[in-house]
């Protein structure tokens, strides 16, 4: 399974951009989705995730302005961002995990997506 991550670029503090990653590859599903961000010197850090569980949880930080979201738990992710801010500037990745059905038994995969960068500047 492979991940393509896309929609980051440079807003404006208070801007909007919204962040999407495709999953391709054969016979797989996904159980959970989530997104990540690493800024120079800062632990990588879990934005946001739907878990197995169907629950959703977000870091403090961004808690009502960004919402992850899955379509009708299709393979394709989303992070929608509002009301940025300069410390939402981080290079995001995305991340999936899941059972591959290829082979002759299911194996519990996870992927990353290659990152996408995001600045908030004015």
């Known amino acids: 399974v492979q991940l393509q991550a896309s929609g980051g670029g440079s807003v404006q503090p208070g801007g909007s951009l919204r962040l999407s990653c495709v999953a391709s590859?054969?016979?797989?599903?996904?159980?959970?989705v989530g997104w990540y961000r690493r800024t120079p010197g800062k632990p990588r850090e879990l934005v946001a995730e739907i878990t197995s569980d169907s629950i959703i949880n977000y870091v403090d930080s961004v808690k009502g302005r960004f919402t992850i979201f899955r379509p009708n738990d299709e393979n394709t992710m989303y992070l929608q961002m509002t009301s940025l801010k300069p410390e939402d500037t981080a290079v995001y990745y995305c991340?999936?995990?899941?059972?591959?059905?290829?082979?002759?038994?299911?194996?519990?995969?996870?992927?990353w997506g290659q990152g996408t960068l995001v600045t908030v500047s004015s």
């Open positions: 590859g054969s016979n797989f599903n996904i159980r959970i």
């Open positions: 991340y999936t995990a899941g059972y591959d059905y290829s082979g002759t038994q299911a194996e519990f995969f996870d992927a």
